[in-house]
């Protein structure tokens, strides 16, 4: 059985830093790309970064390109996302979610998501 | 940017009928690269179509997609009362990946 468990949200400040994390189980998932997806409240799906299998290449959103990195630990089994110079705007439930497809042909679409994490950004 | 536009925003629909849900992108989606997900209150999405017509694994046969290009379309046939939810389109040809605001489905 898939498992996806985000950890590492909670309220934090204008200007500040914050670390998420995705502990999986459940297929081997150094074969899989590996995306966040957040979800402000009450609004839409708004993709934020992938990474590739491997962590060797990486895509990111304009809006928080040079603000969050993504990055694995294949050896862990976990996704990071770590994200600095917060915004209010980056307030939202941050989902990992598994690529469909194995390899990094096709990462885009998505199979499995955990239940996510809130991040909330207010002074 | 490709801009995924869905339609309409809400559809209320009676128990039992079928539903339309319409989806266009600002610019044609190579090869079909279109998915569907439902979402419900308080869960992450649901992954329902890949690749515009593609059922997911476990995804009930009263579900369908379809469309080429520019224009998609899912299909609900014979509403079941856990179908009614939030439906969101997204591309993934290139990047960025892109989701549709989404199509509210509520009980008429």
């Known amino acids: 059985e898939v498992q996806m468990l985000e950890s590492g949200g909670g309220l934090v400040q204008p200007g500040g830093s914050l670390r998420l994390s995705c502990a999986v189980s459940?297929?081997?998932?150094?074969?899989?790309?590996m995306t966040w997806v957040r979800q402000a409240p009450g609004k839409g799906l708004e993709w934020v970064s992938t990474?590739?299998?491997?962590?060797?290449?990486?895509y990111y959103a304009d809006s928080v390109k040079g603000r969050f990195t993504i990055s694995r630990d294949n050896s862990e089994n976990t996704l990071y996302l770590q994200m600095s110079s917060l915004r209010a705007e980056d307030t939202a439930i941050y989902y990992c979610?598994?690529?469909?497809?194995?390899?990094?042909?096709?990462?885009?679409?998505?199979?499995?998501w955990g239940q996510g994490t809130l991040v909330t950004v207010s002074s | 940017e490709i801009v995924m536009t869905q339609s309409p925003a809400t559809l209320s629909v009676s128990p039992g009928e079928g539903a339309t849900l319409s989806c266009r992108a600002s610019?044609?989606?190579?090869?079909?690269?279109l998915a569907w997900y439902q979402q419900k209150p308080g869960q992450p999405p649901r992954l329902l179509i890949y690749?515009?017509?593609t059922r997911a694994t476990g995804i009930p046969a009263r579900f369908s997609g379809s469309g080429s290009g520019t224009e998609f379309t899912l299909t609900i046939s014979s509403l079941q009362s856990e179908d009614f939810a939030v439906y969101y389109c997204?591309?993934?040809?290139?990047?960025?990946?892109?989701f549709g605001q989404g199509t509210r489905l509520e009980i008429k």
């Open positions: 690749g515009a017509s």
């Open positions: 990474i590739s299998t491997s962590g060797g290449s990486t």
């Open positions: 459940g297929f081997t998932f150094n074969t899989y790309a």
């Open positions: 610019q044609s989606i190579s090869n079909n690269f």
């Open positions: 997204q591309k993934y040809n290139n990047w960025p990946v892109t």
């Open positions: 979610a598994k690529s469909l497809h194995p390899g990094d042909s096709l990462r885009g679409v998505f199979d499995y």
